[in-house]
């Protein structure tokens, strides 16, 4: 069974500084897209990175970046520079192309302290 | 706006009443999903469209719960005899490719 896994439920950080959240997967699927979404207090969820399994090259979005491993399935997100806005639960998700279903691990919820 | 659009935001039903959500999904994606997330929990799914088609019905799905999108455009979520444990945040989301947008969900209390 596909599932994904985030093992830290709550993390802070102070403003300005580098955290790292951390997701695991496990797939049989050699074909597959990962997500980390982001949740704002009572917002819609916005997609902040994306990472086609194919890609060596690991995905970056300005202060977002991914650390993705895929022979030990793991794809963790490094804000940089975080800021007060960056205050929100994130989920990492995954899909493939063969099928329409994304799952998602539980959350973090990310703090960023003044 | 041209994103993923839910009504209402909010609703407050007795138990035993039916509800019913509406789904607006970008209007160029094909397919639609619809999520339930309950406080501290990712969201899971649900069900899922490729356009009119409902292909898929998670188990979580009870025979209580219905989903239609006519003609491939809107849909609609509805629960019949809801009960406490159907309180959740009913999240749709639209797709064409990879990438999934997501409304700001109907949030569902029963009392």
């Known amino acids: 069974a596909q599932t994904v896994t985030q093992s830290q439920p709550e993390m802070s950080v102070q403003e300005a500084e580098t955290v790292t959240l951390s997701c695991t997967y496990d797939t049989s699927e050699s074909n597959y897209y990962l997500f980390w979404y982001k949740q704002p207090p009572s917002r819609q969820m916005i997609l902040v990175i994306r990472q086609e399994a194919y890609k060596q090259q690991n995905a970056t979005e300005n202060r977002f970046s991914v650390n993705f491993q895929k022979a030990a399935k793991s794809f963790s997100l490094k804000i940089s520079d975080s800021q007060l806005g960056d205050t929100a639960m994130y989920f990492c998700a995954y899909t493939t192309s063969g099928t329409y279903k994304y799952i998602f691990g539980t959350g973090t919820r990310l703090k960023v302290l003044a | 706006d041209t994103g993923v659009s839910q009504n209402p935001r909010h609703k407050i039903t007795k138990r035993g009443q039916n509800v019913t959500f509406r789904c607006d999904p970008i209007s160029e994606h094909n397919r639609l999903y619809w999520y339930r997330q309950t406080l501290g929990q990712g969201p899971e799914f649900l069900t899922y469209f490729q356009n009119e088609a409902q292909l898929e019905k998670s188990r979580l799905l009870s025979d209580r719960f219905s989903a239609e999108r006519p003609k491939g455009s809107f849909s609609t979520l509805e629960i019949q005899r809801t009960e406490q444990g159907d309180s959740a945040m009913y999240l749709c989301?639209?797709?064409?490719?990879?990438?999934?947008?997501f409304g700001q969900g109907t949030r569902l209390t029963v009392v």
């Open positions: 989301a639209s797709r064409a490719y990879t990438e999934a947008f």
